[in-house]
DNA sequence: TGACACATACCTACCGGTTGGTATGTACTT
DNA sequence: AAGTACATACCAACCGGTAGGTATGTGTCA
């Protein structure tokens, strides 16, 4: 997973939330705050003045602050996979152009500060692979979820083009977010979101590479 | 930068450093520690345990936690540099086939457990892009400076095989980091080294399909 | 050669604040 | 009346950082 809205479905985080959404309230803090400090860094304390409610809150839903990481991971395909799913690239009858036109969605997004266009997941699994298997695995899951998406439509380029090199649409699909991830880390490295931006763009000729060596052009 | 050894130069932190070793022993500590378990869950009281020394030698050579993240920053590029320098790669006459061997290398030494070949910078910055600038140009200034070496190659390369696409050398360059820096957050995340192996495959045939186009073959 | 001056390289003990987590109480809803 | 959804108050452990001491040099001059 990966990019994502920094204004949450609750529209605005209220001081205090109505009776009974508490929960996303923390959910949607933890997606936003994890995303520009970290996870470590980013304490239950800091969580509940954000969502605007209190300790007891916090435990009255989770029962530890990993449990509320699963469950942030969980919120953040939730958020992430509606925006995808709706996005008019999904028009194009040709499979080929459907991932193209997903990567310049990915161009599209890219606004604003770092973290209203990095991935929960990938910076939260960075720090917790090894001290957490419950978060890394499901933190693995967006990113394995919304590859398999992708996945379909690389199925089906494949089949229709027939490329020369032995490539799967698991491999592909995989590729497309380590280029992303690995887009996020440089973008954070130099602080703007240049090498991202280069990322998408070399990803995208390196397809075109592949598909087009035996298509119409 | 990226691969590290895990064993440091001082071949293993002995209990107890000898006097003048405190800093380095400390130094050494935090790429250890920050590697597995990320930089703001690594506590200076953790990093003097694992170097054998106490929070007072560690305040004496650093004035602050923020500090020694900077001059462990330094301290990865001169560890990383002569590891890739010394690297048999850079023998070949042609300025590709260094490339491809620069990538040959990073497959080679994906070994052992993800904090043994992931990287420190790349690490780092995820967390603290927001919170200190100083860490933030440090670790940037790490992946920039890797890939500057990778980059005279790719202008050599570029002058040779002169690829119809319009590409400049530091993009490519910096691509070359983007990948390997998204396939160590997919292989957190998966838990095993697969996708950085897979991403490196597609990385190279990339390169192949953009210089040889024009090329010998 | 020795002794004094001084710097470097640490170590022990401690501080106020914050951490994740708990125990208990209360108000609202059904 | 009872369960749900919180709030309040609290805790031991740990956080980054400081204060003040000591052990081990090293340079200087008689």
New binding site residues.
């Given amino acids: 997973m990966y990019f994502p809205p920094m204004t949450h479905t609750a529209t605005k985080t209220p001081a205090?939330?109505?009776?009974?959404?508490?929960?996303l309230a923390l959910l949607d803090a933890a997606l936003a705050l994890v995303r520009r400090q970290g996870w470590?860094a980013?304490?239950?304390?800091?969580l509940?003045r954000t969502a605007?409610?209190?300790?007891?809150?916090?435990?009255?839903?989770f029962?530890?602050?990993?449990a509320l990481g699963v469950a942030a991971a969980h919120r953040w395909t939730e958020v992430t996979t509606p925006l995808f799913e709706n996005a008019a690239y999904h028009r194009h009858a040709d499979p080929l152009a459907r991932i193209l036109g997903y990567l310049d969605f990915r161009v599209a997004i890219v606004q604003g500060p770092l973290e209203a266009f990095t991935c929960f997941a990938g910076t939260t699994v960075q720090e917790t692979y090894a001290a957490s298997e419950a978060i890394r695995s499901a933190c693995g899951a967006c990113i394995t979820d919304h590859a398999a998406r992708l996945e379909e439509d690389f199925e089906a380029a494949l089949r229709k083009y027939r490329p020369r090199a032995a490539v799967t649409a698991e491999s592909l699909a995989l590729y497309t977010q380590t280029v992303l991830q690995g887009g996020f880390v440089l973008a954070k490295a130099k602080g703007n979101a240049g090498p991202l931006l280069d990322g998408i763009a070399h990803l995208k000729r390196y397809l075109q590479f592949l598909f087009k060596a035996r298509s119409t052009s």
Avoid: L, M, N, W
């Avoid at 205090?16 to 929960?23: E, F, S, T, V």
């Avoid at 209190?54 to 009255?60: I, R």
């Avoid at 029962?63 to 990993?66: A, D, G, N, Q």
């Fill in positions: 205090h939330p109505a009776r009974g959404d508490a929960r470590a980013t304490s239950i304390d800091q509940c605007g409610v209190t300790k007891g809150a916090f435990f009255h839903y029962e530890s602050k990993e």
